[in-house]
Nanobody, 124 residues
């Protein structure tokens, strides 16, 4: 599965951005699609996942501010980010996994396909 992330950029605190991740995969609808991020000097962390069967999970740090969605016809997953904070500054990665169990959706090691990352910078 080839993934292409886009939509990053520079935004002021309180602003919004929408990230997109397009997949070159005809069976896109059967994959769990996730977003992760890696801030400077930190490890990559889970942000959100939209499972193949419609379940959505968020990290506590973004719940209520970020919204993950997917369009299976367009083979694209989105991350709408509102009320951005400087701590949201990171490279954001989309990832795909094959039908994860409930306990694994936050585990980046369970995602076998990754996009190249898109940089989001939030200025204070």
């Amino acid at each position: 599965v080839q993934l292409q992330a886009s939509g990053g950029g520079l935004v002021q605190a309180g602003g919004s951005l929408r990230l997109s991740c397009a997949a070159a995969e005809r069976t896109f609808s059967s994959y769990d699609m996730g977003w992760f991020r890696q801030a400077p000097g930190k490890e990559r962390e889970f942000v959100a996942t939209f499972t193949w069967n419609g379940f959505i999970y968020y990290a506590d740090s973004v719940r209520g501010r970020f919204t993950i969605s997917r369009d299976n016809a367009k083979k694209t997953v989105y991350l709408q980010m509102n009320s951005l904070e400087p701590d949201d500054t990171a490279v954001y990665y989309c990832a795909a996994a094959t039908r994860l169990p409930y306990s694994a959706y936050e585990d980046q090691n369970k995602y076998h396909y990754w996009g190249q990352g898109t940089l989001v910078t939030v200025s204070s």
